[in-house]
């Protein structure tokens, strides 16, 4: 029976999983992501120690330690709770779909014998742009943006406020990237370089370090750029936000959507209301589900 054939899949990703995720903290390799995110947030966080922008911010900053934990929660246990077995089912379900149309591979482009560095740039420019739209409409979009205000709850800038984000945030941005790169023939593998990079341009544009790449600012992401993403007031001729680059620049400057007035050193951040949003952990990641809950109930 198929739901059989489901069951074993998120049994075998739940094994599956909590295997990889011992054998990454307990064996360190080269391949090891556990390792390598602790490396690169001690790093960036030295950097911030030893060269701080906003001298006036403590080392240990406001909400420090509920950024770390959703660091390592977004990271790893989310998908060991949930993500790993709900993604392997859908990827699952979406081959028996287009399996009923006699589809069973879908991969439009191959790219096999292009070079490896080739490959990378693809792959990275893709998803940055795939990124960088599912970004916009977690800013236009209001029932999304209530899961992204997660993120804007910060209120002093940090590297692990990079990974300060609703659990939801994962499941949107994966699942949009999922079968334009499918096609393109990558797989989870091909990620792990790129992924590396990512993170650490993503640490760096939240650090309390000033960072402009100078004439690379163009291109990636920086600090300076990106606190003003974080920004409470908005110009008025951007009322969704500005500077939605995650790793890239290019489509802020591309698209018009770039903002730097100044620098903005101790410019205050957040959004309007942020009095009441709920400040724990347990409470922010079921805010949204209970704040659409009310906004129903008062219809």
Do not use: C
Not at 62 to 71: A, N, P, R, T
Not at 74 to 99: C, P, Q, R, W
Not at 217 to 224: C, D
């Amino acid at each position: 029976m198929e739901i059989e054939k489901y069951i074993k899949i998120i049994g075998d990703s739940y094994y599956g999983y909590f295997n990889y995720l011992v054998n990454e903290m307990f064996y360190p390799s080269w391949h090891n992501y556990f390792w390598w995110l602790l490396g690169l947030s001690v790093g960036v966080w030295l950097l911030e120690i030893f060269l701080p922008w906003r001298e006036k911010q403590a080392i240990f900053r406001k909400d420090f330690w509920l950024d770390g934990f959703y660091m390592f929660f977004n990271y790893f246990l989310f998908s060991l709770i949930a993500y790993n077995a709900i993604s392997n089912v859908a990827v699952e379900l979406f081959n028996d779909f287009l399996g009923l149309f006699g589809v069973e591979n879908i991969v439009a482009i191959h790219i096999e014998s292009w070079p490896r560095w080739a490959q990378f740039l693809l792959l990275f420019l893709i998803a940055d742009f795939i990124q960088w739209n599912v970004h916009r409409l977690l800013h236009r979009v209001p029932a999304l943006w209530e899961f992204h205000k997660v993120h804007h709850s910060v209120e002093e800038m940090g590297f692990a406020a990079h990974l300060r984000f609703h659990w939801m945030e994962t499941i949107l941005y994966k699942s949009a990237q999922y079968i334009p790169l499918a096609m393109i023939g990558y797989g989870l593998e091909d990620f792990f370089i790129v992924h590396i990079f990512t993170t650490a341009i993503g640490h760096l544009n939240h650090a309390n370090i000033k960072l402009t790449y100078g004439p690379l600012k163009f291109i990636l992401n920086n600090p300076v750029m990106h606190l003003w993403h974080h920004a409470k007031a908005l110009p008025k001729n951007m009322p969704y936000g500005v500077n939605y680059g995650i790793t890239l620049s290019l489509w802020d400057y591309l698209f018009k959507t770039d903002y730097i007035p100044h620098e903005g050193e101790y410019e205050p951040l957040g959004f309007d209301g942020m009095e009441e949003f709920p400040k724990t952990f347990w409470q922010q990641v079921t805010y949204p589900f209970f704040k659409k809950k009310s906004n129903e109930d008062a219809e």
